[in-house]
């Protein structure tokens, strides 16, 4: 947590400026003594600065930084810092533009940072939970080699691909679990709501029900008299899930590998994945990270443990001198065409060029997969549907069709 002389106050001045205009505005800086001296500094004449008086019940609900953010924020710097602004004044322009009062709070903080002389890569560095690693290394390779704006850039279009790659697994997942959840409710309600009143009815009619509507009828009373446990069930289940998915690494790499030999989501995976390491090696490399530690990063930003591995065993080869190509080969896991793409790059002395369009390649191959598996799903998900709840209503109307039948 910061200290209270570390943190970003806002000041609000009226002056006049070396034309001898009236002016007014504010200043972002940590005491009122750097206000005035940099205020000073911008020729201004400030008859007055107070601080700015915060909303008492602005910290009660902070609005959460998205991927989303780091990605724009990192695009609107880009293009300042290629616009020929310089890196303070793009911060601040930033700044005035975010609706996210948190996001707003760190980049007048890393403007904070920049202006007491660090560098951009060491103000990042004091958010990691916002920028990572990888992250910080490419800006910092963008300000060893003097090409910022540049290197921003390429960040920029890394987080943008990154960000959408996830958005389009999360559209693919989204859809299916929604209608499972709402087919969930309206089973549970048919039972708790419309079975009883089928159930009273039955009991005037003397003969013995079908097993099927017999079945319904005992899950019907379970449920009226049970739900509660069904309820506790399902949350401990969905909280169990998630805390095993967060705490326990056997878990979590077990899942991983579920995953890869699922019929459908297992392809879908597999090619994101690819997409992802490929994009990030592009990255990285074009950036001038030397290709073992781009390796490395790849690793971390992989986002399963089988890849994951596979790199670190393409990192080892490759510190033996071993070619790429080669070494990816050696895993098993990566199709034809990307190892066939990387080793045309590294003959030509273009691996970046080729890593980026076998990136573009396969986000395409996941942009399709997720189209078709939604427009796959959506008759499966009715027939489903249709299979739950017109199972439900067939058992309760059975007997009435038997007993007209008897008539």
């Not at 080969?329 to 199709?335: A, D």
Request: with cysteine; glycine share 8%.
């Amino acid at each position: 947590m910061a200290s209270k002389a570390d943190q970003t106050l806002t000041f609000t001045y009226e002056g006049t400026d070396r034309r001898g205009q009236k002016v007014k505005g504010e200043v972002s800086s940590k005491n009122m003594a750097l206000a005035k001296a940099q205020l000073r500094k911008q020729g201004i004449n400030a008859n007055k600065v107070y601080q700015k008086r915060s909303n008492p019940l602005a910290g009660v609900r902070k609005k959460k930084i998205s991927p989303l953010d780091i990605a724009i924020f990192t695009r609107q710097l880009a293009t300042m810092m290629k616009a020929g602004v310089p890196l303070v004044q793009s911060f601040e322009i930033v700044a005035d533009g975010l609706d996210n009062p948190t996001m707003k709070d760190i980049v007048l903080g890393l403007k904070s940072e920049v202006e007491g002389g660090n560098s951009l890569a060491t103000a990042l560095r004091k958010y990691p939970l916002y920028f990572d690693e990888l992250f910080c290394s490419l800006v910092n390779s963008g300000e060893q080699s003097g090409a910022l704006e540049t290197m921003l850039d390429r960040v920029a279009i890394y987080k943008e691909k990154s960000e959408a790659l996830k958005m389009k697994i999360k559209k693919a997942i989204k859809y299916p679990a929604t209608v499972i959840v709402v087919a969930v409710i309206v089973s549970c309600v048919l039972l708790l709501k419309v079975v009883p009143v089928f159930q009273d009815l039955f009991k005037g009619f003397g003969a013995e029900l079908p097993a099927f509507t017999q079945m319904v009828i005992d899950m019907s009373k379970w449920l009226q008299e049970w739900w509660f446990v069904f309820l506790a069930l399902v949350i401990g289940s969905i909280f169990g899930f998630l805390e095993a998915k967060q705490r326990s690494v056997a878990f979590a790499n077990w899942l991983d590998r579920l995953v890869l030999k699922l019929p459908i989501v297992g392809d879908l995976a597999y090619k994101s994945t690819v997409a992802r390491y490929c994009r990030t090696l592009a990255t990285t490399f074009a950036a001038g990270v030397p290709l073992i530690d781009a390796l490395q990063s790849c690793a971390g930003a992989a986002g399963n443990v089988v890849y994951r591995d596979a790199i670190m065993r393409i990192r080892d080869d490759v510190s033996t001198g071993q070619q790429l190509g080669f070494a990816m080969r050696q895993t098993g896991i990566f199709p034809s065409m990307a190892l066939q793409m990387v080793a045309i790059g590294e003959e030509s002395g273009a691996l970046d060029a080729m890593l980026d369009k076998v990136a573009t390649h396969f986000e395409s191959e996941v942009d399709n997969a997720v189209d078709g598996l939604t427009s796959m799903m959506e008759p499966l998900i009715m027939a489903v549907l249709g299979v739950l709840v017109g199972g439900l209503i067939i058992a309760m109307y059975l007997p009435i069709f038997q007993l007209g039948a008897v008539v």
